[in-house]
């Protein structure tokens, strides 16, 4: 790994304070003869120093419907700077370029970001997009011996693929020890740093001819809705397609009665998975069976809402059945709850006469807890989960296989809080940026058991982002039968990369064709 003559000086200045951002290590003897103990101490502070550039490189290949896909794949870190081009972070990124073709003008980049805020970028690159994938069952389970293999759902054939970790997650981090943290952990302030970054990564990597699109799942969506306009108005990168992987709100209101419905069909899902709907609906198909609850949800379960105590004794009564019939409750539980039953509470109520919980994420899993009284599960059955197999994932696939070399802890989740969450219009955001360049598209994919961002607030989201209607025809939702990360199970994880494939096709336009209304 080489590290660029141009930033030792400031990695030197930096070195001891870094570090003690990465981890908490003993203070040195002062004493005359503990000297050599305190030499060794700077060297390993030295090692756990991320360098702000460097670069590995490697090949491999990838069979992907049929065909073999030859790619270069590059892991390595590039630099922040502030406004007078003081180097103050690094930021980890997996660049992977398909290298039998030569000509990068019509080649798609896809730039894909993972969310929290705080989580690194390993969930898609080695779960959904890229062309290694977990060792998991077909539901997204773990499995020994850990690792990865080939995954023929990637998008590779039809796009490159860079991974970018943000500040403090991954292997990304603050290099300067004087550097404001308000510059990095912030709705706004994210979008600005990554952009100016995003900037510097394209032309480096001569993309700036080439289609490109982002991906961002969870908060992950917050950023690339923002990131549409920043990049697009103050750096003049116009793009050809947004995907929002189990989105937010994005700033977006929908607090009181909107809010509260906007979770029903969700557990309704939930339900008809675990089979604890009432006999009439188990036996229908969950894709017949979800328009019939979103519209009750729309036509009468926020009007009722709305009206709070004054509604009606008799209707009270009978929207309590209703939902309690569609959620797989007790109407005595809806009631207790003013109609509106939170999704704590549901995680624990569904199951509670097994001894078990659902998952947040993903309400296919589930867990046990320590008592099955309660308002809410002991803990998230399926984060665990997830963090079983993809932790001894990515630390092996990265230093392993793509040989980046580094005692930098691999941050799945980095400390990024406090978190600045104010002024956030990442969705008004997205909606100029959509107005402002007629090649723009966009695509909404959901899970169904997603209880964190559910699927049919993604739909209201995605709704409200032209409440005019004037840009629908450029707007897709995609629901599947999963969680939050719908392509851990097998048969979503083929067609949502076949979807998102095909929405790269269609947002690419063909030779000649203007960006005009």
């Known amino acids: 790994m080489k590290i660029t003559k141009l930033l030792l000086a400031s990695m030197t200045l930096c070195v001891a304070n870094a570090y003690a951002q990465e981890a908490s ?4 003897p002062a004493a005359s003869g503990a000297v050599p103990e305190k030499a060794k101490a700077v060297a390993a502070q030295n090692e756990r120093v991320l360098p702000a550039e460097s670069a590995v ?11 073999i896909v030859p790619y270069k794949a590059t892991a390595g870190t590039q630099p922040v700077w502030d406004k007078d081009g003081k180097v103050i972070a690094s930021l980890f990124y997996t660049y992977y370029q398909r290298s039998d073709v030569s000509n990068k003008d019509k080649r798609p980049l896809v730039i894909s970001f993972n969310g929290g805020p705080g989580s690194a970028s390993v969930w898609m690159h080695v779960a959904y997009t890229g062309p290694k994938m977990l060792n998991i069952d077909d539901e997204g389970y773990p499995v020994q011996p850990y690792g990865v293999r080939d995954n023929p759902h990637s998008i590779l054939d039809v796009a490159d693929i860079v991974y970018i970790d943000p500040v403090n997650t991954g292997f990304s981090r603050i290099l300067d020890p004087k550097a404001d943290r308000a510059q990095f952990f912030g709705v706004n302030a994210d979008i600005a740093y990554l952009a100016e970054w995003l900037n510097t990564f394209v032309s480096r990597s001569s993309r700036w001819n080439s289609p490109k699109y982002l991906i961002g799942e969870s908060y992950g969506t917050a950023r690339v809705s923002g990131l549409a306009k920043e990049l697009q108005n103050n750096h003049w990168m116009y793009l050809n397609g947004v995907i929002l992987v189990s989105p937010t709100g994005l700033g977006i209101k929908r607090e009181g009665p909107v809010n509260d419905a906007l979770s029903l069909p969700y557990y309704t899902a939930t339900a008809w998975h675990h089979k604890v709907l009432p006999a009439d609906l188990q ?26 105590g004054f509604i009606d004794p008799v209707q009270r009564q009978h929207i309590a059945a209703k939902v309690a019939r569609y959620a797989g409750v007790s109407e005595t539980a809806i009631m207790q709850h003013n109609l509106a039953m939170p999704p704590s509470f549901f995680w624990k109520e569904l199951l509670r006469g097994r001894g078990q919980t659902v998952g947040r994420l993903d309400s296919r899993y589930l867990g046990i807890d320590r008592m099955d009284a309660g308002t809410g599960p002991d803990y998230n059955a399926e984060l665990t989960s997830w963090l079983h197999s993809f932790t001894p994932a990515i630390n092996h696939y990265l230093r392993d296989v793509l040989k980046y070399k580094t005692d930098v802890k691999y941050n799945m989740f ?11 219009r990442t969705g008004d955001n997205l909606r100029l940026a959509m107005a402002e360049n007629p090649y723009m598209r966009l695509m909404v994919q959901s899970g169904y058991y997603d209880g964190a961002t559910n699927y049919f607030d993604a739909k209201y989201t995605m709704w409200q982002i032209d409440p005019s209607g004037k840009m629908k025809d450029r707007m897709e939702f995609k629901g599947y039968r999963s969680g939050h990360m719908m ?8 067609s949502s990369n076949e979807h998102i494939r095909e929405f790269i096709k269609k947002a690419t336009p063909a030779n000649g064709q203007a960006a005009k209304y």
Do not use: C, M
């Not at 490189?57 to 419907?65: D, L, N, R, Y």
């Open 283 to 308: 036996k229908r198909d969950l894709n017949d069976l979800l328009p019939e609850v979103e519209n009750f949800t729309l036509n009468e379960f926020i009007p009722a809402l709305s009206k709070g």
């Open 487 to 494: 392509y851990l199970r097998s048969e979503d994880l083929a």
């Open 25 to 28: 290590a003993p203070a040195s």
């Open 414 to 424: 980095g400390p990024v809080h406090p978190w600045d969450n104010s002024n956030d």
């Open 57 to 67: 490189h490697s090949t491999g290949q990838v069979t992907i419907k049929g065909k």
